[in-house]
C-alpha cells in the first residue's frame, strides 16, 4: 500500500467526532485566512480579500460546471452565458429598470439562469460531443453579444450603481500582522463583520464562502441519490443507460438546469460586490478558464474541481509581480499537466480504479503473448 492510500485509510478510520472536529477546524482556518496574512499565500501586488472572492467565485462556478461535465459528461463551453444571465439579473433589477434590494434579486437571478438552462437545453441536448460544444460556445457568445447590443440591458457601457447584499456592522475583527518576522495582532488594520463596503473585500469573500458550503452539501446529497447514479449511468453509456430504463434525455436537462442555478448565483454574487458589470466581464476567455478548473481539478471529483478553480484563478495573481511571463507560465503548466497527467488533480476514485484496471489488463496480455 502506498504512503498516499495509507493516510486516505486511516483518515477513513477516524470516529466521526474527530472528524467533524477537524472538519469545523478547516472551516475557522478558511474564514480566518484573509485576516491571517501568512506570507508564502497572501498577494502582494494585489488585495488578498478581493483575490480570495475571485477565488470563491470560480470554485463556485467550477461546482456547476462540474454537475454538467463532470457527472453527466455533457461538453459546456458556453458556461459564461449563465454567470452573465446571473449578474445581468441582479443589474437590471437593482440598478437599470428598478431598485430592488440585492437579496431580493438573487432568487430571480438563480430563476432567471435556469430558464436560459432550460431554454439552452431542450432542443440542443439531443445533439452529443463536438456538436453540444458548439452549440454551448455559440450560446456564451450570443449572451454576450445581445448584452453589447441591447441598450434596454445599458449596451457596451454596462450597468452602474448595482445593490450590494445587506449588511450589519456588527463588530471589528482584527489582522496579523508579519512586517517584524513574527505574528502580531494589529488593532489598526480591522475588518468590520458583515460591513459589505467598497474597499474592504473580505465580507465579500466570507459571504461567497458561506454560499460555496451550501452549495457542497447540496452536491453532496444529489450525487449520492438516484439522480447521480442516472447521471453517472448516462456518462458512461447513454445507450446503455437507455436500455436500462434510465430516461437520459430528462436528466441531462436536469444537469443543464442545475448547473446554470449556481452559475447564475455565482454571477449575482459578482455583480453584488463589484457594483458595475459591462459585456467584458463575460468574455470567451472565462468559459475556458472554467472548463480548464474543472478539467485541471478532475471532472466528476467535487474536490478535485475546488482545488482546480484555486489553481486557475489563484497563481496568476499571486504571481502577478511577473506580469509579462505568468500567462505564458500558467499555460505551459496546464499543458504540461494535460500531457503527464490526463485524469486531472484529484481524479474519481472511479477513474483511479478503472486506470489499475486497464493497467493489469494491459500486463495479463503482455505476459500471456510473451508465453
Known amino acids: 500500500m502506498s504512503h498516499s492510500a495509507a493516510l486516505r485509510e486511516r483518515a477513513r478510520s477516524m470516529p466521526k467526532p474527530v472528524k467533524i472536529g477537524l472538519w469545523l477546524l478547516f472551516g475557522v482556518f478558511l474564514f480566518a485566512l484573509p485576516l491571517l496574512n501568512i506570507p508564502l499565500i497572501t498577494t502582494p501586488g494585489a488585495d488578498f480579500g478581493g483575490v480570495l472572492f475571485t477565488v470563491a467565485t470560480y470554485v463556485l462556478v467550477a461546482l456547476g460546471l462540474n454537475i454538467v461535465v463532470g457527472y453527466a459528461g455533457l461538453l459546456d463551453l458556453?458556461?459564461?452565458?449563465?454567470?452573465?444571465?446571473?449578474?445581468?439579473?441582479?443589474?437590471?433589477?437593482?440598478?437599470?429598470?428598478?431598485?430592488w434590494p440585492w437579496l431580493w434579486a438573487v432568487p430571480i437571478a438563480i430563476?432567471?439562469?435556469?430558464?436560459?438552462?432550460?431554454?439552452?437545453?431542450?432542443?440542443?441536448?439531443?445533439?452529443?460531443?463536438?456538436?453540444?460544444?458548439?452549440?454551448?460556445?455559440?450560446?456564451?457568445?450570443?449572451?454576450?453579444?445581445?448584452?453589447?447590443n441591447s441598450q434596454w440591458l445599458g449596451g457596451a457601457q454596462g450597468i452602474s450603481n448595482i445593490p450590494r447584499p445587506p449588511g450589519a456592522e456588527l463588530f471589528d475583527v482584527p489582522s496579523i500582522d508579519w512586517s517584524g518576522g513574527a505574528p502580531v495582532v494589529d488593532l489598526d488594520n480591522t475588518t468590520t463583520f458583515l460591513k459589505f463596503g467598497i474597499t474592504d473585500q473580505i465580507p465579500y469573500y466570507w459571504l461567497a464562502l458561506a454560499v460555496i458550503l451550501l452549495v457542497v452539501l447540496f452536491d453532496h446529497l444529489v450525487k449520492s441519490s438516484r439522480v447521480g447514479r442516472a447521471w453517472e449511468a448516462t456518462r458512461e453509456d447513454e445507450d446503455?443507460?437507455?436500455?436500462?430504463?434510465?430516461?437520459?434525455?430528462?436528466?441531462?436537462?436536469?444537469?443543464?438546469?442545475?448547473?446554470?442555478c449556481i452559475g447564475g448565483l455565482s454571477g449575482a454574487l459578482f455583480a453584488g460586490k463589484s457594483g458595475f458589470i459591462s459585456p467584458d466581464s463575460f468574455q470567451l476567455l472565462l468559459s475556458i478558464l472554467f472548463i480548464a478548473a474543472v478539467v485541471v481539478g478532475g471532472q466528476g471529483n467535487r474536490w478535485g474541481v475546488?482545488?482546480?478553480?484555486?489553481?486557475?484563478?489563484?497563481?496568476?495573481?499571486?504571481?502577478?509581480?511577473?506580469?509579462?511571463?505568468?500567462?505564458?507560465?500558467?499555460?505551459l503548466a496546464l499543458m504540461l499537466l494535460a500531457i503527464f497527467r490526463p485524469q486531472g488533480l484529484i481524479p474519481p476514485r472511479r477513474t483511479v480504479r478503472a486506470k489499475k484496471a486497464d493497467e493489469r489488463l494491459d500486463a495479463l496480455e503482455e505476459g500471456q503473448a510473451r508465453v
Open 78 to 99: 458556453g458556461y459564461v452565458g449563465f454567470y452573465a444571465v446571473g449578474a445581468y439579473t441582479v443589474g437590471v433589477l437593482g440598478s437599470q429598470h428598478a431598485s
Open 111 to 148: 430563476v432567471a439562469a435556469l430558464i436560459s438552462g432550460i431554454l439552452l437545453g431542450a432542443p440542443t441536448l439531443r445533439v452529443r460531443g463536438d456538436y453540444l460544444a458548439i452549440v454551448t460556445l455559440g450560446f456564451g457568445e450570443i449572451v454576450r453579444l445581445t448584452l453589447v
Open 240 to 260: 446503455a443507460a437507455e436500455l436500462m430504463g434510465v430516461p437520459t434525455f430528462r436528466f441531462k436537462l436536469l444537469a443543464f438546469a442545475l448547473g446554470a
Open 306 to 331: 475546488i482545488l482546480g478553480a484555486i489553481v486557475v484563478s489563484y497563481f496568476p495573481e499571486r504571481f502577478r509581480e511577473f506580469a509579462d511571463f505568468r500567462v505564458l507560465v500558467f499555460g
